[in-house]
């Protein structure tokens, strides 16, 4: 019976969905198991063979688990908002849910040919209404919440108004933004309508506010850091700029340390959890006040520097503001307008992720104003660079060249005078005040003291004269969660009289409109803007027509859509109860399920998706809508499957290409070739290259020994270097078991590892070695036999080695231990059903197919996923005896096997008395017999 992998792998998948045989119940008797995998963004591509590496090491565990008799949630669905379908509709007109539909159908098809055991009754789609729901109802919660400081707690808005109410908020400690001046109960009260709503605005967890954003202008939209590369969009590699626009916020900041702290709890990578608490960012010091003098403006202004070394401020040499500080267009004197406007123009152009990592070059400008020192009164020059960011900190730094590296490089680079640290100070000037005299005569100006001493009488110092305080800082800033999209997340917004108000949760999901174009309108805003029915009536609670706006009943709607990462923050919570209609999960799911025990994805998501649904999870926590403060216990990065890349060689400036052995010294362009042109000896199929890229229709290709041989080269497995693999094509030609089985083969997890078609075929052999190993030409050839002690040592090995490794995720070892096992029970000619069930639920969790339809053909009905898995037996592992090795004048000759309880004396004996010893003593009497139990046998003569 041959081993017809396409048809085995068919009658199986269609049997798991008939039977929904991987469907989780959300109450059992069993311990439950949750495994997660980042969903995906379903790209009109559909996936290569790089994709499914950490979605198959998830499924092994998930069904791993099941084998350990656990009740296993293992859900999947796609993160189907974005920007590149949208970029699609705005090329064809196609509306992005009909491209983001057959995305997903061709998703789903591919998914279900390897085999995963997702419980697919749990789908869920970011861009369905459904669900995008309770993602508007969540933004919901946040902009009726504050963050109470004092118990690092997030409450409900109407507590706080209460507070302002009963006393103002002179006793609020709060996470804010801008608040002004203290107010009493008396003048909140007296307060309108509008006043009141202004200023809970700056203690919402989500809030409107003018912000420096990533802008696109062709993509016409604002973009996050980790969307962009290397100072392009990562979609289309277009421009951006720096740009002051209003948009929402969510008040991440009010999380920080809460974020740091909890990495402490939760098993992840200490490399992911090395890259949030760089993001994050804690930093302990002063919060430094500096007065400006400038003829530019009436009353001199004060602006604010944090830094971690307030010890030495002695050594300010000038200060640094960010080039878009909001006091820069008010300080600057007329003679430096010219060179610091074009600065601040040319600092636009530039993305924060590339001026934070530009730590070579030097450049800013004067401003022509200056600061004066809090203690010695001197005036100190006010530059802007862009090394400074408007939003970190407070968007200035005091410059201490004395100090800091960048700093002296600063002030040597445009002449900037560098004090001496401890260079005494005046106080006989008048310009001090008695208490300031008094107060820094007390300092002893901090010359001498330790770091931490001078540190402590610095800030006591800046505090006693009002001129800052002790601080702690973070450098995580609050998320930006507007876009100029239409393929998102509509605001469940609305304005009157250009205040916010939140739609009624009863009223959700406010669906996305139809609209006629997906770019920006003629004015400038956003997609949305084209929406023709896109008000809110506020007596019929429904969406209508924008003629109706009359800004008393009806009212316009927010034009900003939400960002990618805001339906993925919390996607695996909906996952425990996605059909429940009133609430994101029922407190029974999320009391049974809790939390994802493994979660499996990339660690470039490390400061955005999972730094973001970490807060959502403990803002959730909070309000009592989840039973845990971290979702996920475990997470692994799995590693990179990469792509072998092929390339020809263009001679610049003319039509003509050389073969890679040909190119020695020559100036020639490198261009990517489709891999599947070139065939295993990197010969180049010229026809197919020409048709494909008919720009070079013409070319003259120069060969050698008669053939065009590309270049090679390891690179990312990407469509845009045709260097991708279709995983369709290795099912179709060595089965899904196969693509399984060596993808976990090709090296550890977490590493990234090179493709090659060609050594598929090695995994592919051991599946058929292993099928005939269950079945030979006349049908099955398993028998009730009595397993003999070498098919009891293969087996256990197996079982411990394969649990030891599943365990410790060292999926790669497992798939060599297989090979090995199936070689000794091939050699030990075992049929033995003691010894072959027991493997084959060892190996299904790797190869399901082929060890479901083994396991039927043995008479099980039910599915070989709900066999327990095997139990070790350590006994069997012991060895009562040793194969000697019998040396003759130190020459081994033969082996002979004995007992390992047997004495020195009964070695020797049964030795001497063996017929191959005679053979070899021809009639001689030894001189000596040397045993040395357990180990070896010399006979010398």
């Known amino acids: 019976m041959k081993y017809n992998f396409n048809d085995i792998e068919a009658k199986w998948q269609k049997y798991w969905a008939e039977n929904q045989t991987f469907k989780a119940i959300n109450n059992s008797e069993k311990p439950k198991y949750y495994v997660l995998d980042m969903f995906p963004y379903p790209s009109g591509a559909g996936l290569h063979v790089g994709h499914p590496l950490g979605y198959i090491a998830s499924d092994i565990y998930a069904r791993y688990k099941r084998h350990q008799g656990f009740n296993v949630l293992h859900p999947q669905g796609y993160d189907s908002f974005g920007l590149p379908a949208e970029q699609y509709a705005i090329q064809t007109g196609q509306h992005p849910a009909i491209t983001t539909a057959e995305n997903i159908k061709t998703y789903r098809r591919q998914l279900d040919q390897i085999g995963f055991s997702f419980d697919w009754s749990r789908e869920v789609r970011t861009s369905d209404p459904n669900y995008y729901k309770w993602t508007q109802w969540i933004f919901i919660q946040l902009f009726n919440s504050w963050y109470c400081k004092n118990h690092e707690k997030a409450y409900d808005i109407k507590d706080l108004v209460e507070l302002f109410k009963e006393e103002g908020n002179i006793n609020i400690n709060a996470e804010c933004q801008n608040v002004g001046d203290i107010f009493t109960a008396e003048e909140w009260n007296a307060m309108s309508s509008e006043a009141q709503q202004s200023i809970l605005l700056q203690y919402r967890l989500t809030y409107l506010a003018e912000t420096e954003v990533n802008w696109c202008p062709a993509l016409g939209t604002v973009l996050a850091n980790d969307e962009i590369v290397n100072g392009v969009s990562e979609r289309g590699g277009h421009p951006v700029i720096r740009k002051k626009m209003t948009q929402w916020s969510m008040r991440i900041s009010a999380y920080a340390e809460r974020l740091l702290q909890g990495l402490e709890t939760i098993d992840w990578t200490d490399s992911l959890k090395e890259s949030q608490r760089n993001w994050i960012g804690k930093s302990v010091g002063a919060q430094v006040k500096f007065k400006v003098v400038s003829n530019e403006v009436k009353e001199a202004p004060e602006f604010e520097v944090f830094t971690t070394r307030p010890d030495t401020i002695f050594g300010v040499s000038f200060m640094t503001l960010a080039p878009e500080h909001e006091l820069v267009s008010q300080i600057t004197t007329p003679e430096q307008k010219e060179d610091v406007d074009a600065y ?98 007390n300092s002893d100006f901090l010359n001498g003291m330790t770091y931490k001493k001078a540190t402590k009488r610095a800030i006591y110092a800046l505090e006693q004269m009002g001129q800052g305080e002790g601080k702690t800082n973070y450098r995580l800033r609050d998320a930006v969660f507007s876009r100029q999209r239409y393929w998102g997340e509509p605001f469940p917004v609305y304005y009157v009289n250009g205040m916010p108000q939140m739609i009624d949760a009863k009223h959700l999901p406010i669906k996305l409109p139809e609209v006629e174009k997906y770019l920006p309108t003629e004015t400038g805003e956003p997609p949305l803007g084209n929406a023709t029915v896109w008000a809110w009536d506020t007596e019929k609670n429904d969406l209508v027509s924008n003629d109706l706006i009359d800004n008393e009943t009806i009212h316009p709607l927010e034009l900003n859509t939400m960002p990618g990462w805001a339906g993925s923050s919390f996607y695996f919570n909906r996952y425990m109860d996605p059909e429940n209609q009133n609430e994101i999960a029922s407190k029974e799911a999320m009391d049974y399920w809790q939390d994802v025990d493994l979660y499996i994805g990339g660690s470039e998501h490390a400061t955005g998706h999972l730094l973001y649904s970490r807060f959502w999870q403990k803002f959730l926590f909070d309000k009592g809508v989840v039973p845990v403060d971290e979702y996920a216990k475990k997470l692994i990065n799995q590693g990179m499957i990469l792509g072998t890349s092929a390339f020809v060689y263009r001679v610049e400036g003319e039509n003509k290409f050389l073969s890679k052995g040909l190119v020695l010294d020559k100036k020639v362009q490198e261009i990517h ?269």
């Open 344 to 441: 601040v123009l040319a600092t636009a152009k530039r993305s924060e992720r590339d001026r934070m990592a530009d730590v070579k070059t030097i450049s800013g400008v004067f401003t022509g104003a200056y600061a004066i020192h809090p203690f010695t009164k001197k005036l100190i020059p006010i530059w802007i660079g862009d090394y400074v960011l408007a939003g970190y900190g407070t968007g200035a730094v005091m410059s201490v060249p004395c100090g800091d590296e960048r700093d002296y490089a600063f002030a040597k680079h445009f002449d900037i005078p560098i004090p001496n640290i401890f260079e005494g100070v005046d106080i006989s000037e008048e310009a001090f005040s008695d208490k300031e005299k008094t107060v820094i005569a």
């Open 673 to 941: 070739a489709d891999v599947s042109f070139v065939n295993s000896s990197d010969e180049l199929d010229i026809e197919a290259f020409k048709n494909w890229r008919p720009e070079f229709k013409d070319a003259e290709f120069i060969l050698e020994d008669g053939a065009y041989k590309v270049g090679r080269d390891v690179e990312k497995m990407s469509k845009s270097k045709y260097n991708v693999v279709n995983p369709d094509d290795i099912v179709s030609d060595y089965g899904a078991d196969s693509l399984r089985l060596y993808e976990m083969f090709l090296g550890p997890l977490e590493q990234y590892k090179p493709w090659n078609t060609a050594g598929i075929t090695g995994v592919h052999s051991f599946l058929k070695k292993l099928w005939k190993l269950y079945v030979d030409n006349n049908g099955l050839k398993v028998t009730d036999a009595t397993p003999t002690k070498d098919n009891l040592k293969t087996l256990h090995k197996t079982i411990k080695k394969v649990q030891d490794d599943i365990e410790n995720f060292s999926f790669n070892t497992s798939v060599s231990t297989f090979m090995i096992s199936v070689n000794e029970l091939t050699a030990q000619k075992c049929t033995s059903k003691d010894i072959l069930e027991p493997l084959l639920v060892l190996i299904s969790p790797y190869a399901p197919h082929i060890a479901e339809e083994l396991w039927s053909q043995l008479g099980h009905n039910a599915s070989i996923s709900t066999a327990p898995f095997p139990e070790f037996d350590a006994s069997h592992l012991v060895e009562s005896s040793k194969n000697y090795p019998i040396s003759f004048n130190g020459k081994m000759r033969f082996t002979m096997e004995l007992p390992l309880d047997m004495s020195k004396d009964a070695i020797e004996k049964a030795v001497l008395e063996n017929e191959k010893t005679q053979e070899q003593l021809a009639g001689r009497t030894p001189k000596k017999v040397i045993v040395v139990p357990g180990k070896i046998v010399n006979i010398v003569g």
